[in-house]
């Protein structure tokens, strides 16, 4: 094994730890915040499961679209379990490995050109970033901040056309599904940011739509650098080095955060348990 992988692989176990030690600590420190996240009520757990299915079901869906920009779609049965799958090994396998696994996957089953998927996977994380800034921009700047999109979207062209190399590579893909990886991003990030709302709203009852999107974008950020499960550490890191912008406190964000951990946790085990208890695995 390499060795920038193995220090790697020792780094991300030493950061969940501290992580995890550090809200316990907070926790015994903090006994109240323990009360709170026990008075969840019922109905909102459920609500929060509801919604983080259909949140992975919209992962299904941008891996249907970033198919089909390969020229290559599969069918939705297949996308939605190779997600499932993929969720699973990206959280409890090493280095949120799952976009690797899909890009073997597809590779081996389909013929997927390795090329094109990363570009169409590069496309994703664009739009990814792109909505996730906008959902910032909006409490910084209220509602007018939605005019960057489109001009994001504007000076990216514009930069796409003025090079030839880069847009005879984005020619090797089916560019009218592009539209459709634009809108399955966006409402998975959507699907995100009710989550958020509902694990947050019963903690602070003046919670702000602007403040929600902050939240979120705020949190999706930590994926970039994050190389622990389901980025354990760097989101809730960005989540408090972010308050000035968001301006939710500190014991706010560690509760809705543990919740929000339980909950996802729970449900990727039910997937494992599936995938055990199906012929998915092959």
């Not at 915040?33 to 983080?52: C, G, N, R, S």
């Not at 694990?199 to 602007?210: R, T």
Request: charged share 15%; hydrophobic share 55%.
């Amino acid at each position: 094994m390499p060795k920038k992988l193995i220090i790697k692989k020792i780094l991300a176990a030493l950061i969940v730890f501290i992580t995890i030690s550090a809200i316990t600590v907070y926790y015994i420190k903090k006994p109240g915040l323990f009360d709170e996240l026990k008075q969840t009520p019922i109905y909102v757990v459920a609500l929060l499961f509801l919604l983080y299915i259909s949140f992975i079901g919209t992962l299904a869906v941008i891996n249907d679209a970033t198919l089909k920009m390969c020229k290559k779609p599969i069918e939705p049965k297949e996308s939605l379990q190779v997600t499932m799958y993929s969720s699973f090994i990206n959280f409890f396998g090493p280095l949120q490995s799952g976009p690797a696994f899909r890009a073997i996957y597809f590779k081996k089953l389909h013929n997927v050109d390795l090329k094109k998927f990363t570009l169409a996977t590069f496309a994703y994380y664009i739009f990814y970033a792109l909505i996730s800034g906008i959902f910032l921009l909006i409490s910084i700047l209220g509602w007018y901040s939605a005019v960057v999109l489109p001009a994001a979207i504007l000076l990216s062209y514009l930069a796409v056309k003025s090079s030839a190399r880069l847009l005879k590579k984005i020619k090797m893909l089916n560019l009218k599904f592009l539209p459709y990886l634009a809108a399955a991003t966006l409402l998975q990030l959507s699907i995100q940011a009710l989550i958020y709302y509902f694990e947050l709203k019963s903690l602070v009852p003046a919670l702000g739509i602007g403040q929600v999107l902050a939240y979120t974008g705020a949190a999706n950020f930590a994926l970039f650098i994050s190389f622990t499960p389901g980025a354990l550490g760097f989101r809730e890191s960005f989540l408090l080095f972010s308050q000035k912008i968001h301006h939710i406190d500190s014991s706010s964000i560690v509760v809705a955060t543990t919740l929000d951990r339980a909950i996802y946790v729970s449900i990727l085990i039910l997937i494992g348990v599936y995938i055990i208890g199906t012929n998915i695995q092959k």
